[in-house]
């Protein structure tokens, strides 16, 4: 554009001074329009107007320039000279009218300031900011003053703000997010991102304080490889912070032997302390390499380190209650004994495994309810019976806290059917003594007495009775000497190889003379192999199962006993037609002191430990016994012994 002026429309004095020490390289100008205002001469008005920062333009009312500072020559390129007394061609055409009408207002109303548009000498368009306000002589409006300033200026100072305002916030949606996360890991990993987002630093890390060392748990655009790394805190910058007391320190010397020299072209670093529970807990390294930090890095980084201390201590806390609750679980699931929580209503809340299981009920059947028995006062034991049948020792503590109860409970059954038995054992025991006993008594008595008056058959008689007593005596010691050593898992066996044959054609020899109502059968497979046991307790064995068959067959039938090969093993059978055993009694004959009440077995007397014997004496030979029906009524035992044969000969014997 032109360097083109409009026609002065009034006449103007102007006045210049060159004699100010902090005269600009332009002259300053004041001038007087007619009578009704003349420049002042006070010499630190002028060189504060000299010296503003800002263009100073003064106009008159018809909007001539006045004043025109050194700024005002600077800014638009035009001088003094060339304005001073006329309008300055600085108002683009499309903006006249707003350039105007802002005048206006401010001749009848407040100071304008707004953003527009001005013209520079060589034609290009500025943007700038101009507050206008009135100049006033007395009471009455002279003119204006615009003060114009680069709209940059304003732009730089609101993005500054504005970006402040943008990182607090990003601050307040990073404290929310880490302490939305409470996997201490996953807390210490957001924590070193976050600071390389707020501090515009190039990389960070986390250090917890261990003691008299750091370690570094956690890193963010370094290597993976430095995590886990340790140092002594006394030689580190954390060291140094505490020892300053403050919460942030900035360091740029003796850098290259840290490990944070893995980032490249490192050259200043951040740390903040974090704190938990008001002692310190680690430190924030926020690491530059390409950018410096400034006041706003370091107060973001403050604040997040003493965010991070709080979301650290969340995460801790929140990593101990889980440990605690998962201690607490494991000790409820895996316990072998049952254990109910219930609340202040005595209905159930919590029913572990073992509950389920000694109970047979499952705990969807059981929680909103009451437990399946009573429930005894904290500090008391209560034995109960379920419907199942099964004791339980149950025990119960209140947590005064909550109001809630805890219940543990055992199965005693074994234990209480145990007690039973070693009741009925003694009593049992010494009915079986009592009897024999008496008679022996008698009968000595009597042939001391009557010795003389008595005859030869009746001597010969009464001695026999009393040595068919004593054998009787004898066989119950021994049965509960055997049981005893079972019990104690001391019964010694030999194991080697012997004749299974010749040990059933001895213990069946005699018995059909033993019983006129009973019939004995015995059928042995051809070649019947040896087996590998101990002979003497063998013929035990089939000494108490053949006394069984007949005891247990009262009204008598067959006796049979069969034995074959199966498999790697010898089987031997023994059948009766006897009064049988029941189902649930099968198992159960094979225990010590038990006597089964099913059937017309238990009115045969008897301690309760033949059987137990029995299996005892054929596991220890590597064998078993065990009780079947009989085809047609009756019991079936059945006695498995190894083949010789099955075993290699560099096999070792035990």
């Not at 390129?77 to 060339?82: I, T």
């Not at 002692?279 to 400034?294: D, E, I, K, Q, V």
């Not at 045969?604 to 047609?632: E, K, M, N, T, W």
């Amino acid at each position: 554009m032109p360097r083109t002026l409009p026609p002065p429309g009034i006449t103007v004095t102007a006045a210049y001074r060159t004699d100010l020490p902090t005269h600009p390289p332009h002259h300053v100008h004041y001038g007087v329009v007619g009578d009704e205002w003349a420049g002042s001469d006070d010499e630190i008005a002028r060189a504060a107007l000299a010296s503003s920062p800002n263009a100073v333009v003064a106009l008159d009312r018809d909007q001539s320039v006045l004043v025109w500072n050194a700024a005002a020559e600077r800014v638009f390129g035009w001088s003094a000279d060339e304005v001073i007394g006329r309008r300055a061609p600085i108002v683009p055409d499309e903006l006249t009218t707003e350039h105007t009408a802002a005048l206006e207002r401010v001749r009848t109303g407040e100071p304008v300031s707004l953003r527009t548009r001005r013209l520079h000498s060589n034609g290009t368009l500025l943007d700038l900011r101009v507050d206008i306000s009135a100049l006033r002589l007395g009471s009455a409006v002279g003119g204006y003053v615009c003060v114009y300033h680069p709209a940059l200026a304003d732009h730089v100072a609101r993005e500054r703000v504005a970006r402040r305002a943008r990182l607090v916030r990003r601050l307040t949606d990073v404290v929310g997010d880490i302490n939305s996360e409470l996997e201490l890991s996953a807390v210490l990993d957001r924590i070193s991102a976050s600071l390389t987002e707020l501090t515009g630093a190039d990389a960070g890390g986390f250090v917890l304080i261990e003691g008299e060392r750091l370690r570094l748990v956690s890193t963010y655009q370094l290597p993976a490889s430095i995590r886990g790394t340790t140092t002594e805190l006394r030689t580190s910058l954390v060291d140094k912070l505490l020892r300053t007391g403050k919460t942030v320190l900035l360091e740029s010397h003796g850098l290259d032997d840290l490990v944070w020299a893995r980032l490249s072209g490192l050259h200043t670093i951040a740390l903040g302390l974090a704190a938990v529970g008001g002692r310190p807990y680690g430190a924030l390294y926020a690491l530059f390499a390409n950018s410096t930090p400034g006041h706003l890095e370091l107060e973001l980084l403050e604040l997040l380190a003493g965010h991070a201390g709080i979301a650290v201590g969340n995460a801790v806390a929140y990593q101990e209650a889980v440990r605690q609750r998962a201690y607490e679980r494991a000790v409820f699931d895996a316990s072998a004994d049952g254990i109910a929580v219930l609340d202040e209503d005595g209905r159930v809340v919590r029913w572990n495994p073992a509950a389920a299981g000694l109970t047979a009920l499952p705990v969807e059947s059981v929680l909103g309810g009451p437990p399946p028995f009573p429930v005894p006062s904290a500090g008391e034991k209560g034995t109960f019976q379920l419907d199942n049948g099964r004791w339980l020792d149950v025990v119960s503590a209140r947590i005064e806290e909550t109001g809630e109860v805890v219940v543990d409970f055992r199965d005693v059954t074994a234990a209480k059917e145990l007690e039973e038995a070693k009741d009925l054992f003694l009593a049992t025991t010494s009915h079986e003594l009592r009897t024999p006993i008496t008679i022996v008594r008698g009968f000595a008595s009597t042939l001391d007495s009557r010795w003389d008056k008595m005859s030869d058959p009746e001597r010969r008689a009464a001695v026999h009775t009393i040595a068919e007593r004593a054998r009787s005596l004898g066989e119950l010691m021994d049965h509960l000497l055997l049981g005893a050593r079972a019990g104690a898992d001391e019964l010694k066996v030999r194991i080697e190889e012997f004749d299974l044959a010749e040990r059933i054609e001895g213990a069946t020899l005699g018995l059909p003379s033993l019983s006129d109502r009973h019939r004995v059968e015995v059928e042995l497979a051809e070649g019947l192999p040896y087996v590998l046991g101990d002979a003497l307790a063998t013929d035990i064995i089939l000494g108490q199962l053949l006394e069984n068959a007949f005891k247990y067959s009262p009204r008598g039938g067959l006796i049979s006993v069969g034995a074959w090969p199966e498999e790697e093993n010898v089987v031997v059978v023994v059948d009766d037609e006897g009064v049988g055993i029941a189902p649930p009694d099968r198992e159960r004959i094979f225990e010590r002191f038990v006597q089964v009440d099913s059937g017309d077995r238990r009115r045969f007397g008897g301690v309760g430990l033949g059987l137990y014997i029995v299996r005892s004496l054929a596991r220890a030979q590597g064998g078993d016994v065990s009780a079947h029906p009989r085809p047609g009524g009756g019991t079936r035992m059945r006695l498995v012994l190894r083949c010789a044969s099955s075993i290699r000969s560099d096999t070792p014997m035990r």
